[in-house]
């Protein structure tokens, strides 16, 4: 990997320079004729790089990508904006509930998110397979911010397995709310 982002550093470079040199005034028609045609070369060269390095988030079959994207959207859409901060907040400010009330009504729409989670994965290690998807990239928050408001884990282990996996990986390590520069 280390090698491929070298060579497509090194090959962006080269385009660069062949880019000035075919627009300097100075460069002669054949001149510019040759800066072109490696030009070319290297462009191929830097798409194919381009796609050695791309990480594909869905997996390429259609019952792979469905199953994904549900249970990406299982949590954007019915477990994160329900812990979010603002929704807590407003239920601590506007609507005066005790910090108890807000910890029992988190806990319940985390565990019945969860329960709909750990009946849709197919760890191997990750979510669905050997490759990170989209779905890991919106588990590992959830689980994160499950263990912060100590919500029991112990009924999801394929939830807990596949959020151990992608931790493993330094991406997720260094996306850690800890990790962060304005971490308190």
């Excluded at 040199?21 to 798409?47: C, F, G, H, Q, Y």
């Excluded at 990480?55 to 079959?61: G, N, S």
């Excluded at 760890?123 to 959830?142: E, H, M, N, R, W």
Aim: aromatic share 6%.
């Amino acid at each position: 990997m280390v090698a491929a982002v070298k060579s497509y550093r090194a090959a962006q470079r080269e385009i660069d320079d062949l880019e000035s040199l075919i627009a300097d005034p100075a460069t002669d028609a054949e001149m510019r004729a040759i800066a072109e045609s490696e030009k070319r070369e290297l462009e191929t060269r830097r798409t194919a790089l381009e796609q050695e390095l791309r990480v594909t988030l869905l997996p390429k079959d259609a019952i792979g990508r469905a199953k994904v994207r549900a249970l990406a959207e299982l949590i954007a859409c019915d477990i994160h904006p329900l812990n979010n901060i603002g929704p807590l907040r407003y239920l601590k400010n506007e609507m005066h509930q005790e910090q108890a009330a807000i910890d029992t009504w988190y806990r319940h729409w985390v565990l019945a998110g969860f329960e709909a989670l750990e009946a849709l994965i197919e760890p191997s290690p990750y979510c669905f397979g050997k490759q990170v998807t989209l779905a890991d990239i919106c588990l590992v928050p959830q689980l994160y911010n499950a263990r912060r408001l100590k919500v029991p884990l112990d009924g999801f282990p394929k939830l807990v397995g596949a959020d151990a996996a992608c931790m493993k990986l330094p991406a997720f390590d260094r996306a850690r709310p800890e990790n962060q520069p304005d971490a308190e």
